[in-house]
């Protein structure tokens, strides 16, 4: 009979051999380098409608010449698909619990900026698929259809569907007409008007003077820096420069912010600006909106090692981000020092009402394609008579800016829920300073990544 150990040393002898031809873990310190040199060499082809800007723009060919266009016109399409999809199955071979917290944010922006390229191309070129069986109108509409809902996916970072979004946008209505109905029972209860109609008639001011607009918005600068204390770290801001805009139809905001000149315009038709809309624009346009937004993104010193790059996070822009972060802002106007009046208050609410039934109109202009009998009809039946006369000026503003209004609420909802769930898991030691520090120094990050990117990151 052998020995117990004369069997166990074959056995001990396999065993060593198995293990000496299982590959050798990697370090994480090999997993992050590898993962670097994939996130600075990703393939990024130039779009057709790139090119084709870059031509009408400046009047000269680019490096490509326009045999190669066409080729791109019929090849790309299917070329990117491809380069695409095996980019985002190479991102899922890296541990994402093995890369450091720079790395998993950049992992995270890749893959949603792939992805969202991908269902861009894909939703592009699905008039491949038109069905001659169907009527053409038919199916045209179901393409634009598809082609919008695509789109809200990019712009909310859900899944939502056409439904879902109307259902969305009427509980926004009815959360603004809650605030409007709290605060027309207090008006009501001082006996200073029957109805927030009344109310603006009789109290709202008015002003018809360019500078005292200027100075009235100037007014609530060391009202606002008095106060900023309680919701940021101290920052060193550049000064902004407020200046009056005349835009006739008011096709665009009625504020908007340059930040390369740090200037806030406010338009107006050279002959009444209500006073109503001065503390919220002034918080959304500048401190602490987006101009505070704009400074502290440009400098961040979240993960700059690879600023420039071309799927750096920190070159992605995100409407979403941007717009969502200048009305999640708004919220804080008592803590700011403002919304101190019932006009103010009344401002507030209004805007929140108009972005709430934008949610809506958008919706039906460009997926239910209505016309402007449609759009009217509707404005007269949901919002109060002070707000009738911005039928035109916002009928005109969402034809001309199709989504684009969705964003101030997506992106709204989407940093206070993350700041509910940072407020929920941190409890007492929850710093609303240091959340909306960390916040803009991630820069702009999508709808789709927002909570994981905050999370990755210390």
């Known amino acids: 009979m052998k020995h117990p150990i004369a069997i166990l040393i074959p056995l001990i002898a396999i065993g060593l051999l198995w293990l000496s031809l299982l590959p050798v873990p990697k370090s994480p310190a090999q997993i992050n380098a590898e993962f670097e040199v994939f996130f600075r060499t990703a393939v990024k082809l130039p779009s057709v409608e790139y090119i084709q800007n870059i031509i009408k723009k400046t009047g000269k060919q680019p490096v490509v ?109 009815d959360k603004a007409l809650k605030g409007l109905s709290t605060l027309e029972t207090e008006i009501i209860s001082q006996g200073l008007a029957s109805s927030l109609d009344e109310f603006q008639t009789n109290y709202v001011n008015s002003f018809s003077r360019e500078e005292d607009i200027i100075e009235a918005f100037n007014a609530r600068r060391p009202i606002i820096e008095e106060n900023l204390s309680k919701l940021f770290l101290e920052y060193d801001l550049p000064p902004t420069k407020i200046v009056a805009s ?15 000149r740090y200037i806030f315009h406010f338009y107006w038709d050279g002959e009444s600006f209500l006073g109503k809309d001065l503390d919220y624009l002034m918080i959304h346009e500048l401190v602490p909106g987006h101009h505070m937004q704009n400074v502290l993104i440009r400098r961040g010193t979240t993960c700059t090692g690879d600023k420039g790059l071309p799927n750096s996070p920190r070159s992605r822009y995100s409407r979403s981000f941007m717009e969502g972060w200048a009305t999640y802002i708004e919220e804080f106007g008592p803590e700011l020092g403002l919304f101190q009046t019932f006009e103010q208050r009344l401002g507030y609410w209004d805007w929140q009402l108009i972005r709430s039934h934008r949610v809506i109109l958008d919706a039906r202009l460009h997926h239910d394609n209505w016309l402007w009998e449609q759009f009217e009809s509707y404005w007269i039946d949901h919002l109060p008579e002070r707000l009738q006369n911005l039928a035109e000026r916002e009928y005109k503003r969402l034809r001309r800016m199709p989504l684009q209004t969705h964003t101030y609420k997506f992106g709204a909802d989407a940093i206070l829920k993350l700041r509910n769930r940072e407020e929920a898991r941190l409890g007492d ?11 803009l120094r991630m820069g702009q990050v999508p709808m789709d990544i927002l909570e994981d990117s905050y999370a990755a990151l210390p």
């Open 246 to 260: 005349r835009k006739l139809d008011f096709v665009y905001a009625i504020g908007t912010y340059t930040p390369v």
């Open 65 to 173: 010449n326009k045999q190669f266009i066409e080729k791109m016109n019929s090849e790309l399409p299917k070329q990117t698909v491809a380069t695409k999809t095996a980019e985002l199955n190479e991102i899922s071979q890296f541990r994402y619990d093995r890369l450091s917290p720079c790395n998993k944010f950049r992992l995270l922006n890749l893959k949603s900026k792939l992805t969202d390229q991908l269902n861009v191309l894909e939703t592009k070129h699905s008039d491949e698929n038109f069905d001659a069986r169907e009527d053409e109108n038919i199916e045209r509409k179901r393409l634009q259809q598809l082609r919008y809902m695509n789109k809200i996916k990019g712009y909310s970072g859900s899944n939502m569907t056409f439904d879902d979004l109307i259902k969305y946008g009427k509980s926004e209505v």
């Open 429 to 439: 030691d929850f710093d609303i300073r240091k959340f909306h520090d960390k916040l």
